[in-house]
């Protein structure tokens, strides 16, 4: 627990060293996350598809230029540790030139969640992608100059999006609809098992990932807020799990900013979940899990206490 907890609370800390919009993780390796079970064919049909091959050496793209719109986001990782990848560019009133500049200005703590990207436009990204694995995310993407980022110290690959006859701006179809928020995550009064579609949006001001973990049925959140306790503050609290209950799934959102929907495929077995956020919120220096941005759901029944 200890080591996958550190991973994802690092998730927001590698972006730290994002100097001319290359991301370097701080040198905290973990133990891999257990893969959810995936669906066998694409839930989306009928979008364009950019597809990112991460190597050890580059994050290629298929297409240097797609239409804009919902585009699926397929993220292949062909190297030997964990990795992901999202769509980063401007924030409103930012030009492309602004988001390089803004980069490469160092941060004083390597841990430190940039500031730059509170302001920049992120558009989402599968969580995370075992080592050999692909994942897809559908995302929108306006016309414009965007940068694919990813885990770990590789250099940023840029591409365009243009209005054209294969743009496609319908949504699809979701079973759930999650808001995350400053600082709750709300939408899973009734979370079915089985495959099917979220959609994801950050009403929030600040970005925000979505973390998911599997824990054993009955577990209250009391339980699990005791074990998050004690792992983050490595204070012991009576009450928590042990380390082994709590199983990290490779499902999630890598990062999505304020006003940014995306849609999430996923095949859930019957059991028990919990939802989490580690952004580091920059008014308190906490991350975002500490300040309530959990929540727990049952599939088939009704989730725990939403947080707000």
């Known amino acids: 627990m200890q080591q996958a907890v ?3 609370t690092v998730v927001a800390g590698m972006l730290a060293s994002a100097a001319m919009l290359c991301l370097k993780a701080p040198g905290i390796r973990a133990q891999e996350a257990t893969p ?33 719109g919902n585009i699926i986001l397929n993220v292949i990782n062909k190297t030997s540790s964990e990795n992901s990848a999202g769509i980063l560019g401007p924030g409103e009133g930012q030009t492309i ?41 559908l995302v929108t993407v306006p016309a414009g100059d965007w940068v694919i980022f990813t885990q770990g110290d590789l250099p940023p690959t840029f591409f365009t999006a243009v209005e054209s006859a294969d743009s496609n701006t319908t949504n699809p179809t979701a079973a759930v609809t999650v808001a995350m928020g400053d600082f709750y995550f709300g939408g899973f009064d009734n979370v079915a098992a089985g495959p099917q579609v979220w959609e994801v949006t950050n009403e929030g001001v600040q970005p925000h990932m979505l973390v998911m973990g599997k824990v054993p049925d009955g577990t209250t959140f009391d339980q699990f807020m005791a074990t998050l306790q004690t792992e983050m503050t490595g204070t012991p609290v009576a009450g928590g799990l042990d380390s082994d209950q709590v199983q990290f799934l490779n499902d999630g959102v890598f990062l999505l900013s304020k006003g940014q929907t995306m849609w999430l495929p996923l095949d859930i077995a019957d059991g028990t979940y919990v939802v989490m956020c580690f952004v580091t919120d920059p008014n308190t220096g906490q991350p975002h899990v500490m300040e309530g941005m959990v929540n727990m759901f049952t599939t088939g029944g009704a989730a725990a206490t939403p947080t707000s």
């Open 6 to 8: 550190s991973r994802r």
């Open 97 to 137: 030139d602004d988001l390089k500049n803004a980069a490469a200005t160092p941060v004083a703590d390597p841990d430190e969640f940039p500031p730059f990207l509170y302001d920049a436009a992120i558009l989402g990204g599968p969580g995370t992608v075992a080592p050999g694995g692909s994942s897809q995310v």
């Open 36 to 68: 959810a079970a995936s669906p066998s064919a694409s839930m989306f049909t009928g979008y364009p598809q950019l597809d990112v091959t991460i190597t050890d050496s580059a994050a290629e793209v298929s297409m240097d230029q797609i239409p804009a």
